[in-house]
């Protein structure tokens, strides 16, 4: 399977831990997008890659979100301090630069749950 | 910002045919995409717009106007697998990132 991979798929956890999400994007795809989607609501961008550059945050990522993208390959999401209004499912998507078009892939998301 | 409005919920019979409308206000507009994802699952893309008019791709066809902030979604031929929800985005600026809508989720009944 070569389409986008995200793990763990469900993640629960207790208020003021930290989390880790891990995406591998498609291989030969440069961009690497992250969002966040709640239930009722279309997913909401929180940050993107090109390569190993983070050049876009949104500004819903707060100072306990940091992503990485180290050698711009995969990309992981670390939130700290977990709060419940973190539970939702956080997408990674990718995508192939340059082109106007940028249909973006997305993996089937990592849900979690702050107890 | 981006304002993107669509229908919060449709239902429609299996067989039938259903248009999802989406109206946005932006500057700086590149284009338009639709999405479908079903419950639990990604969203996977089923067209982009970047000119006016229609764009036929077999049973889903998806129209844009420029000028109006406008787009639909027309889905034919509605099977049961067709329920899930459709999301409109808008791409805009330099680093064509779509914006997406809360999405309209349709229901197909028998």
């Known amino acids: 399977d070569t389409g986008v991979s995200q793990n763990p798929r469900h993640k629960i956890t207790k208020r003021g831990q930290n989390v880790t999400f891990r995406c591998d994007p498609i291989s030969e795809h440069n961009r690497l997008y992250w969002y966040r989607q709640t239930l009722g609501q279309g997913p909401e961008f929180l940050t993107y890659?090109?390569?190993?550059?983070?050049?876009?945050k949104s500004r819903l990522l707060s100072d306990r979100f940091s992503a990485e993208r180290p050698k711009g390959s995969f990309s992981t999401l670390e939130i700290q301090r977990t709060e419940q209004g973190d539970s939702a499912m956080y997408l990674c998507?990718?995508?192939?630069?340059?082109?106007?078009?940028?249909?973006?892939?997305f993996g089937a998301g990592t849900r979690l749950s702050v107890l | 910002g981006q304002n993107i409005d669509q229908p919060t919920e449709m239902t429609a019979t299996e067989g039938a045919i259903v248009q999802i409308n989406c109206t946005y206000q932006?500057?700086?507009?590149?284009?338009l995409f639709w999405y479908q994802q079903h419950a639990g699952e990604a969203p996977t893309f089923l067209s982009y717009n970047v000119l006016d008019g229609l764009e036929e791709k077999g049973r889903f066809s998806s129209f844009l106007s420029r000028s109006k902030g406008y787009s639909y979604l027309l889905l034919k031929e509605l099977q049961m697998k067709d329920s899930a929800s459709y999301l409109c985005a808008v791409s805009k600026g330099g680093s064509y990132i779509p914006t997406f809508g809360r999405g309209t989720s349709l229901i197909v009944h028998p």
């Open positions: 890659f090109q390569n190993e550059a983070q050049l876009e």
């Open positions: 932006t500057s700086g507009f590149n284009g």
């Open positions: 998507a990718s995508s192939p630069s340059g082109t106007v078009k940028n249909i973006q892939y």
